[in-house]
């Protein structure tokens, strides 16, 4: 098992970053220092690690606002922090945005991850106790029919600027470990749900707009398919990896859990009315149907044996769940809810819809 003293976590202020830093703290034995580094865009927030920065701020969490391309500021942290894991979150994370405008996407995501593995690789030289772990997605792999899973070697096949900014971005991360022996490991979850993500993705974005009366957008037909996974799950799941995973290999992490979008939202509406004791019948009544997204995927669906074969990985919360979970954490934050709201993104997505 590899223990590892000083994790450099970039993207810990997004989603699953600020989950897994929160994972680490609170579940788990870890017991040396956590450097996040993050330019803090839209996506990125400082209330979603807050306890935290109180608890351990400048003792053993500390925080650095730099983009994952410059250089010089993060080979200095590098340094400076010895860093001997490096944990690789942070991304153009919104397959929609990606669409209006891939710049970013390039930038970030493979500019941005080439950036660290030269970085890694100057640093570190060719020590072998050191991990490069790249978090990644299923969507790498493209689109599924109706049956059929992406295993590990399933060909990649992105099909949106997102999806091939993360697979160019993996690619780069394997020819590292073939070209210069850099350690690393690769992981490829499925869509994640929970507390703190940024509601521009499907989940938080109906839960807000149920609770404020807003249309629900259904893109397409919605017979859309995705699988599902609560990140506290995603966050073992990295790990894992991170201390048993075979160097060079990638792990498939996923839900077990596809559900059709449309079914997903009607019964969000019924969980919703029944905390919020709404009818669900009449929050149903917001379900409205829009134009597609161009190129959009049919269905997901991950085997995710290796990672339960090799590392013994299990979810550890049923959908359902997992989902009140969530719904009760938005519920009660609403703080954090107003505080996002406030942001310019957000109007930039209320106009997309009513474009659509
Ligand atoms: P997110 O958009 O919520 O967070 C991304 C974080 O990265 C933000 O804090 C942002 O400020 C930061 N960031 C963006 N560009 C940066 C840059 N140039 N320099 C420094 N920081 C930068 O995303 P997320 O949903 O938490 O996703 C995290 C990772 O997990 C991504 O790599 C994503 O591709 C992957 N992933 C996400 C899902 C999902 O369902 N959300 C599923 C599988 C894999
Ligand atoms: P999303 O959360 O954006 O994740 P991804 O595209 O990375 O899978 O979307 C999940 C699914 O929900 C996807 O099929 C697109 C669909 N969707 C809608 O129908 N309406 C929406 O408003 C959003 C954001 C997504």
Not at 107 to 135: C, M, P, Q, Y
Request: net charge negative; charged share 25%.
């Amino acid at each position: 098992m590899r223990i590892f003293k000083n994790l450099l976590i970039t993207g810990g202020s997004g989603f699953i970053g600020a989950n897994f830093i929160h994972y680490l703290f609170e579940k788990t034995d870890f017991s040396g220092n956590i450097i996040n580094v993050d330019c803090l865009t839209y996506a990125g927030n400082p209330n979603n690690l807050t306890e935290i920065a109180e608890k351990h701020g400048n003792t053993r969490y500390f925080f650095f606002k730099e983009n994952v391309q410059n250089y010089e500021a993060i080979e200095k942290i590098f340094t400076q922090f010895e860093i001997d894991c490096l944990i690789h979150f942070a991304a153009e994370s919104h397959v929609d945005r990606s669409i209006f405008g891939p710049k970013d996407f390039i930038e970030t995501n493979i500019v941005g991850t080439f950036n660290l593995l030269e970085i890694a690789r100057k640093v570190w030289g060719s020590r072998e106790d050191v991990l490069f772990h790249h978090i990644s997605t299923d969507e790498v792999y493209g689109s599924l029919g109706e049956t059929g899973f992406f295993y590990e070697n399933t060909a990649y096949d992105p099909r949106s600027p997102y999806s091939s900014s993360k697979a160019a971005s993996d690619h780069l991360v394997s020819a590292y470990f073939h070209t210069y022996k850099l350690p690393v490991t690769i992981s490829n979850c499925s869509n994640n749900y929970g507390a703190y993500q940024f509601p521009e993705k499907l989940i938080p974005l109906m839960i807000l707009n149920i609770l404020e009366g807003k249309p629900l957008p259904i893109y397409g037909d919605g017979k859309y398919i995705r699988d599902w996974l609560f990140v506290d799950d995603h966050c073992s799941a990295i790990w894992e990896t991170v201390k048993r995973g075979k160097t060079g290999e990638t792990y498939n992490v996923g839900g077990e859990n596809e559900w059709e979008n449309i079914k997903l939202v009607n019964y969000l509406c019924e969980r919703v009315a029944f905390f919020t004791e709404k009818d669900p019948n009449e929050v149903k009544k917001l379900i409205t149907y829009v134009k597609d997204r161009p190129g959009h995927d049919r269905r997901y669906a991950i085997n995710c044996d290796k990672i339960k074969n090799e590392l013994n990985w299990r979810q550890s919360l049923d959908f359902e769940t997992g989902l009140d979970e969530t719904i009760k954490w938005y519920l009660n934050n609403k703080e954090w809810i107003e505080n996002v709201r406030s942001g310019d993104y957000l109007k930039w997505i209320d106009k997309n819809y009513t474009e659509r």
